[in-house]
């Protein structure tokens, strides 16, 4: 017989009152790679998190490994051999990448606040291998230094380095290249053959086709699909069960489709960026424009500097060459501010430090954008309602009421939230980096919906995407970024996965 590692029965878990998940029956056998998926809200986190000690459950009961548990906290769940990787980062940015991996590990620590720095640095090192970046990253460096998808690696190592039997990695592929993902994926071959068990939540389809053994999908906070086989899981099902209905035209063509009467060809240039250098000279003497409601793409590997360059342009970080023009004009001031004063809009990559307050309600959230724009100081709360109360509901952003917390909203909701803050503010040029990491599959298409009908409307939009068919399925125009450069550029009609792998890996001749 298989053994089971996990396994639920009949979890429940209400927030304030409101049903986050209920019913869920869930099984986890020893060396599968099990799928957890589902719409934004459905309540993938909230399962996992209460697997992993995160929170308790309100009802139901939970056996690891035939025994049954009710963990208080993480630790009590790491010391039953579960860990998780959240989708929300718990590094301490201050620390070193030694001191996070092993925080909790009381080996490391004599006389319990004496670390032995040597021994973790070692061990770090060690497991810094499996992902072949013993050579490029220091352990004593800290984790404030590191980029998003290697601070990814770092939360994955963290729960490998607890000898877990249980992993839980929640979207652990949202900020990850092609090519970590790959090792990514190796690892967690290796393990599996080992006897581990994960549980892993993503909304990319073909990479739980790649990666796991079975699927359970939850739909609402309800138990739609237990387990099934994913050899034997027709894809449309699999979309039919977690949305409800069917998802056709993903990359919301047919939002226009011969209605596409933009002509944005011989529209006026909006913007342009003339020899744009960032402050650390990895982007260098970058210039394109955009007209008005084109769709500008910038494809390319995670690091190659697509979000340096964007935020060089919105003036978030210094940079040591170039203009931006917006009309003709030039922006004077280097600073947020001019930036959004001379109609430019910016969706940050990393919606939790940069892109919305935490702490602050839904509404809050998406008027105070409107509010800093127009210099004005006190929030017309009539007006922020209606406009946040349209914005949920054209965005369909799951949130009980507008006073929640945005921290309380699933993942996918929280980047709704933030784009509708910036759309609000009718940017003439709104520039989005990467708008759909950890977006379900049904919201997807309804962004992308929206983009194509805010660049009908006129608007210039400029998308910093790593998902390929994102890029060459909604955009007109594609820039291939490399190691800082453009190395291409062409018509969304011209492009190919290849020839954009192509200049993003190999290619280095600007065309
Ligand atoms: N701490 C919390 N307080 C209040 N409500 C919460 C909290 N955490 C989750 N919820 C609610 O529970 C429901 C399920 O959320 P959950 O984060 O589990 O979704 P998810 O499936 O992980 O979605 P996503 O794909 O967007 O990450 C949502 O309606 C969410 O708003
Ligand atoms: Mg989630």
């Not at 490399?482 to 290849?498: F, I, N, S, Y």
Request: one cysteine or more; glycine letters at 8%.
């Amino acid at each position: 017989m298989d053994e089971i590692l996990v396994e639920t029965t009949n979890i429940k878990k209400v927030f304030s009152g409101v049903v986050a998940i209920e019913g869920i029956d869930f099984q986890l056998q020893k060396g599968e790679v099990h799928a957890l998926m589902g719409e934004n809200g459905a309540g993938k986190s909230t399962l996992s998190k209460i697997i992993a000690g995160i929170y308790q459950a309100d009802g139901g009961t939970m056996r690891v490994s035939g025994r049954e548990v009710r963990f208080a906290n993480v630790r009590e769940a790491v010391a039953h051999g579960v860990s998780i990787v959240t989708q929300e980062f718990s590094l301490i940015p201050d620390l070193s990448i030694a001191e996070n991996i092993f925080l909790a590990d009381d080996k490391y620590y004599k006389y319990h606040f004496l670390a032995d720095k040597r021994a973790m640095a070692e061990q770090t090192r060690s497991l810094l291998a499996l992902f072949g970046m013993e050579h490029t990253i220091d352990p004593y460096a800290k984790v404030a230094q590191l980029s998003v998808a290697q601070m990814q690696v770092i939360e994955i190592l963290k729960a490998v380095s607890t000898k877990a039997r249980t992993i839980i990695l929640d979207e652990p592929t949202a900020s990850l290249s092609v090519k970590e993902i790959e090792v990514l994926f190796d690892i967690v071959r290796k393990l599996k053959a080992q006897g581990v068990g994960f549980i892993i939540v993503s909304h990319k389809i073909n990479e739980i086709y790649e990666i796991s053994d079975r699927i359970t999908v939850l739909r609402d906070g309800r138990l739609i699909l237990k387990g099934v086989a994913t050899a034997e899981l027709a894809q449309d099902d699999l979309i039919r069960a977690m949305v409800g209905r069917e998802v056709k035209d993903l990359y919301g063509a047919g939002a226009l489709g011969e209605s596409d009467t933009r002509n944005w060809e011989q529209a006026p240039v909006v913007f342009e960026a003339r020899g744009i250098t960032d402050q650390n000279n990895y982007v260098r003497d970058i210039s394109f424009q955009v007209r008005r409601g084109e769709i500008a793409g910038f494809s390319g590997l995670v690091g190659a500097g697509r979000s340096e360059l964007m935020r060089a342009i919105f003036n978030v970080d210094p940079r040591n060459a170039g203009q931006v023009l917006v009309d003709g004009q030039e922006i004077g001031g280097r600073s947020i501010r001019a930036s959004v004063a001379a109609g430019l809009g910016f969706v940050p990559e990393d919606r939790k430090t940069e892109g919305l307050i935490q702490e602050l309600s839904v509404l809050k959230n998406i008027g105070l954008a409107k509010l800093a724009a127009r210099g004005k100081a006190v929030l017309d709360n009539k007006a922020a309602e209606a406009d946040c109360l349209q914005m949920i509901q054209k965005m369909e952003i799951k949130t009980a009421n507008i006073d929640l917390l945005v921290k309380s909203l699933s993942g996918g909701n929280q980047q709704k939230v933030l784009l509708a803050k910036w759309i609000l503010l009718n940017p003439k040029v709104l520039i989005i980096d990467e708008p759909t990491r950890g977006v379900d599959i049904g919201a997807k298409s309804d962004i992308y919906a929206i983009l194509r009908s805010l660049a009908a409307q006129g608007m210039a939009i400029i998308l910093v995407s790593s998902e390929i068919p994102e890029v060459t399925g909604v955009c007109d125009t594609i820039y291939v970024m490399k190691e800082g450069r453009v190395t291409a550029v062409m018509p969304a009609a011209e492009a190919t996965e290849e020839k954009i792998g192509y200049y993003s890996t190999i290619g280095d001749e600007k065309r």
